[in-house]
């Protein structure tokens, strides 16, 4: 290989110069100009998730949904998670009333459940969510089964969420449950299309609970 200069390396070492430059870099390079303030605060932290700053071009709200989570999450609402990977991503000391992080994906009881309901066990692990859901704040990252179970809960009267982040990647499903989570009256905030996961939805969650960047 030519041109690959060994070590030392000449890189930024500053954690806080880092994160100073990437939003910089998210700031000037994608097209923020038709969000309201709150929700381009929270695609900036989206778009450091992942890189892609074309995101924006998928982003759908409700007009609510920032305002509606965080006040949720300030006055104590869990944040419910399909997955441990979207649960692991949410950075505790941004949360502002010590909220609960909840994920039953791996509880006892849902194997039996999956098998019982004949559904993949993320959407099964919802079921344990009955007694959670009114007011609550939802994020799902990777499972689109799970996003149209929470649809179908709460048409069945389970409890409302206060807000969705329904960002699920994939490509069986993913689109459209979250075409389905736009159209259910619920406040949301999707990425339509493909793209999604785990690493956006847990900061989507982050910057949600705390504003600054
Ligand atoms: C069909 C599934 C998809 N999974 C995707 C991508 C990723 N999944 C990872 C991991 C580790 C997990 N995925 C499961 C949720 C598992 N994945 C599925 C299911 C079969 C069905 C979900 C659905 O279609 O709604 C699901 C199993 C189930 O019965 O629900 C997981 C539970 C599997 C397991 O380990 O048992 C597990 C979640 C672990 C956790 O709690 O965090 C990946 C890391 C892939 C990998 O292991 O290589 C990756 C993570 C993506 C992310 O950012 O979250 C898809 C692409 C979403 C896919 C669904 C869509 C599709 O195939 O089109």
Known sequence: MTGFAGPPFDYIRDGAEIYRRSFATIRAEADLDGLPPEVAQVAVRMIHACG??????DLAWSPQVVTRARAALRAGAPVLCDAEMVASGITRRRLPADNEVV??????????????????????AL???????????????NAPTALFRLLELVAEGAGRPA?????????????ESKLALTRSGLDHLVVHG????????????NAIACERE
Request: with cysteine; glycine share 12%.
């Open 52 to 57: 892609m700053t074309d995101l924006v071009r």
């Open 103 to 124: 994920c039953t994906l791996n509880d006892p009881r849902v194997p039996e459940l999956a098998e019982r309901l004949g559904t993949t066990r993320s959407a099964a």
């Open 127 to 141: 079921e344990l969510w009955r007694d959670r859901l009114e007011g609550s704040v939802v994020a799902i990252g």
């Open 163 to 175: 807000a969705v982040l329904g960002i699920p990647v994939g490509f069986v499903g993913a689109a």
């Open 194 to 205: 493909r793209r999604g996961g785990s690493a956006i939805t847990a900061a989507a969650v």
